[in-house]
């Protein structure tokens, strides 16, 4: 059977905008993704909303998991009139009416019956789809197509897409990975890759490299802060809403749990922040606060706790043992601005150490930028960076020059750095080029063909090179293009 027509309207020359159709005949094609440009990515630099293409024929949407890239043209693809069902799993349909939510009041309006007349019509398009269960999507006496979402492990509710097509000419399996997730992501399970695939759309974001040792991540990060801490002051983490701050939260609920389990096994309170005899900073953790300042952080953490049910094993023994990994009780939560602004002065002052969490990621918005401001020039303060910081972001620039005793350039103020900054690896949400050629080998049928989208040029070619060489040494037959 002849491989279905396969368009791609985004993540071809970059990372964002995942966008796919594929026809199901000559009229009638699916939409995997409908995400938004960011970075100028493809061109896009000034619209990074638009639709580039007809949506006429397209009969559903399939999303593979919520962040923006990925479904942040829903709006636009509505207001052209797209009428289908939206197709997703079910944790992501409890989550991207809080995604679209956010990105309407950002891009669109902030008032508020235009708002819930949009958001009405989102939450009665979706349609939640029960994970490893086949679903027919289309039927007639000689075509039948289904679609199974499995577990991809990126973010909480992530898919890859399998889609089955079955006409008289035969048969074919059309997997789109969407993002796949690295091992050893706390509450998520381990992605399992399809049996087979005829047809492959792999994502390429890390194609090009090996991530840090994940493993021992929670030992970095705890040590990390501990040096900060030391120094009496607060530890800055800049954080993404959804899936990062839930990671942190349940790491840093795992330090306080050890670290309680062994005050109370020797019996002995620690003492306040300093540094003991050798040299080591010695951490009263259990009376240190835990603030996640951002609002949309604190939305997908309560949906989090929703949706125990799909967490891992290991998440879900916690909960067993009458821990609460995402609501532990040094943990505070800053929704109303007046008590972020108070917050920020209080700790700009104060000796007291705390560790806050809030967004965004990069430092290019968001609540970060406050505290930033009010304490980057103070050597008692340290950011903590636990993600990659894009070339022109704040973030990077912070983290470049920090160590170095620069400046970064805030909302139009100049801030020297004289805050300590410390980053720690290993907490990519992304499969590095190993987990990628990993999905491929670990099939019982590898696929005949490959594209690579979602990815920089040269981490789509350097994949490419690893997986025909992984072919050529398996005696196997298969085709990696890059559109």
């Known amino acids: 059977m002849k491989h279905p027509k396969l368009v791609h309207h985004g993540a071809r020359e970059g990372v964002t905008g995942s966008c796919h159709q594929l026809w199901m005949d000559d009229t009638h094609s699916l939409l995997i993704d409908c995400g938004q440009f960011q970075g100028g990515d493809e061109g896009h630099a000034d619209d990074e909303l638009a639709l580039d293409f007809s949506i006429e024929g397209i009969k559903a949407l399939i999303?593979?998991?919520?962040?923006?890239?990925?479904?942040?043209?829903?709006?636009?693809?509505?207001?052209?009139?797209?009428?289908?069902?939206?197709?997703?799993s079910e944790p992501s349909a409890r989550l991207l009416p809080i995604v679209l939510e956010d990105a309407f009041r950002l891009s669109i309006s902030r008032d508020q019956s235009q708002l819930e007349r949009y958001l009405k019509v989102v939450e009665q398009r979706i349609i939640?789809?029960?994970?490893?269960?086949?679903?027919?999507l289309h039927e007639t006496d000689t075509v039948e197509w289904k679609v199974r979402l499995q577990p991809a492990g990126h973010v909480l509710?992530?898919?890859?897409?399998?889609?089955?097509?079955?006409?008289?000419?035969?048969?074919?399996?059309?997997?789109?990975?969407?993002?796949?997730?690295?091992?050893?992501?706390?509450?998520?399970?381990?992605?399992?890759?399809?049996?087979?695939?005829?047809?492959?759309?792999?994502?390429?974001t890390y194609g090009d490299r090996r991530h840090e040792d994940r493993a021992h991540r929670r030992e970095r990060l705890q040590a990390a802060i501990e040096r900060a801490l030391a120094d009496q002051g607060t530890v800055l983490v800049p954080s993404f809403s959804?899936?990062?701050?839930?990671?942190?939260?349940?790491?840093?609920?795992e330090?306080?749990?050890?670290?309680?389990e062994s005050a109370d096994a020797s019996g002995t309170a620690q003492e306040p922040a300093t540094r003991n005899e050798d040299g080591a900073p010695d951490i009263d953790w259990p009376q240190i606060p835990i603030i996640l300042d951002s609002p949309l952080a604190g939305r997908f953490t309560r949906t989090y706790k929703e949706l125990q049910g799909f967490w891992d094993e290991d998440a879900r023994h916690r909960l067993e043992e009458g821990r609460k990994p995402l609501s532990f009780k040094q943990l505070i939560t800053v929704d109303s601005h007046d008590e972020h602004m108070r917050i920020v002065g209080h700790l700009a002052k104060t000796p007291r150490p705390a560790i806050v969490l809030a967004g965004n990621g990069m430092c290019s918005g968001g609540r970060i930028v406050?505290?930033?401001?009010?304490?980057?020039?103070?050597?008692?303060?340290?950011?903590?960076?636990?993600?990659?910081?894009?070339?022109?972001?704040?973030?990077?620039?912070?983290?470049?020059?920090?160590?170095?005793?620069?400046?970064?350039?805030?909302e139009g103020q100049r801030i020297d750095i004289r805050a300590g900054i410390e980053s720690v690896g290993g907490y990519s949400a992304h499969a590095d080029q190993a987990d990628l050629v990993g999905f491929v080998?670990?099939?019982?049928?590898?696929?005949?063909?490959?594209?690579?989208?979602?990815?920089?040029?040269?981490?789509?070619?350097?994949?490419?090179?690893?997986?025909?060489?992984?072919?050529?040494?398996?005696g196997k037959e298969g085709n990696v293009t890059i559109p």
């Not at 939640?128 to 027919?136: Q, S």
């Not at 890859?160 to 789109?176: H, K, M, P």
């Open 63 to 88: 999303v593979t998991h919520v962040h923006i890239d990925h479904v942040g043209r829903i709006p636009n693809l509505l207001a052209a009139g797209f009428e289908g069902p939206i197709l997703c």
């Open 157 to 204: 509710g992530s898919a890859y897409v399998e889609l089955d097509l079955s006409a008289e000419s035969g048969s074919e399996r059309v997997v789109f990975s969407g993002d796949l997730g690295a091992p050893h992501s706390p509450i998520l399970p381990d992605l399992v890759p399809p049996e087979r695939a005829d047809l492959l759309v792999l994502e390429s």
């Open 242 to 253: 959804i899936g990062r701050t839930q990671e942190l939260l349940y790491e840093l609920e």
């Open 255 to 260: 330090i306080l749990h050890e670290k309680s």
């Open 128 to 136: 939640a789809l029960p994970y490893r269960n086949w679903f027919t």
């Open 370 to 410: 406050n505290y930033l401001k009010a304490m980057l020039g103070d050597p008692r303060h340290h950011v903590v960076f636990v993600g990659y910081q894009g070339k022109g972001t704040p973030g990077r620039d912070i983290q470049t020059h920090g160590p170095e005793g620069g400046f970064v350039d805030l």
């Open 441 to 474: 080998s670990r099939m019982k049928e590898w696929p005949m063909e490959i594209r690579l989208i979602h990815g920089e040029a040269q981490a789509k070619q350097r994949l490419a090179e690893v997986l025909e060489a992984r072919y050529r040494e398996a």
